[in-house]
């Protein structure tokens, strides 16, 4: 098993073509059946997810990673029952009040994707608070999708881009993100990763994914350690990004 150590020892992980630390992001999937499986409750898995985010944070930046999207809450689980969302809320507000001191202390720079009209009050300030005393770092760009659907994003997007002059990819995509800041961008993703055994992207950043390596593991997220993350750098250093061109080793 390729350990944290061994995974750095080797070559750099290369990023996408204009960046040079990666950008990955995470659909965080298998709560509710790591739960059932041990006849625990649901919210159990929940629990045991949330305690999994902070050792993959903060094993990121060793992995030259520089943006990290981590899946939370789709728009469509809005659609589970009322007391698990209750509880999924509760989980990202206690993350927004525990954690900010150390994404200071570490140089995380916390942005939120996704819509924010249909949260609590309390947790919009949290939310403004968390990403505006977090804007200076500079280790990793940790960004949290909550109320998160990326066909809406695109659609916004769209709706954005025709009140625009300037209607070119990149305008485009300085529109996919609905930061404070406007004049950031959605950059991206070099590698997904979804646990959980699902494969499929379940409407997560459809168009930052255009040429994303995918990586499904069946391990459930409150399993997932940060050896099994390595593993997931360490399968993507080998791939062969070609983006529309040929091999590197094809004879012409
Ligand atoms: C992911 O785990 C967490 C959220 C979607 C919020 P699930 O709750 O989807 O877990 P499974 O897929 O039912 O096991
Ligand atoms: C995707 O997982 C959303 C998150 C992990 C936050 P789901 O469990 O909601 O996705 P589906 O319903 O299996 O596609
Ligand atoms: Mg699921």
């Not at 942005?111 to 949260?119: A, T």
């Not at 005393?133 to 994003?153: F, I, P, W």
């Not at 997007?157 to 485009?172: G, T, V």
Request: hydrophobic share 40%; net charge negative; glycine share 6%.
């Amino acid at each position: 098993m390729l350990t944290q150590k061994g995974i750095m020892s080797m070559t750099k992980f290369s990023g996408s073509q204009t960046e040079d630390k990666l950008h990955v992001a995470l659909i965080m999937d298998g709560n509710g059946r790591w739960a059932t499986r041990q006849g625990k409750a649901r919210f159990q898995g929940h629990q045991a997810g949330a305690s999994r985010v902070r050792e993959i944070v903060e094993a990121a930046p060793d992995l030259n990673i520089g943006t990290l999207t981590l899946f939370a809450f789709s728009s469509d689980n809005w659609r589970r029952p009322r007391y698990e969302v209750d509880f999924l809320m509760g989980l990202f507000q206690s993350y927004l009040k525990n954690e900010i001191e150390k994404c200071i202390k570490n140089g995380i720079r916390l942005s939120i994707i996704g819509r924010r009209d249909r949260l609590q009050p309390q947790i919009i300030d949290l939310i403004e608070h968390a990403e505006e005393v977090t804007a200076a770092g500079q280790n990793l760009h940790l960004r949290v999708a909550v109320d998160y659907s990326s066909k809406e994003m695109i659609l916004q997007a769209a709706k954005r881009l025709s009140q625009e002059s300037n209607i070119s990819m990149e305008n485009f995509e300085n529109l996919l993100t609905n930061s404070i800041y406007p004049w950031e961008s959605s950059p991206d993703v070099d590698l997904l990763i979804r646990t959980g055994g699902e494969k499929r992207l379940s409407d997560f950043l459809l168009w930052e994914c255009a040429y994303a390596e995918l990586y499904f593991t069946p391990v459930m997220w409150p399993d997932f350690s940060s050896e099994n993350f390595c593993e997931a750098l360490g399968d993507f250093q080998k791939r062969e990004r070609r983006f529309g061109q040929i091999p590197q080793n094809a004879v012409v």
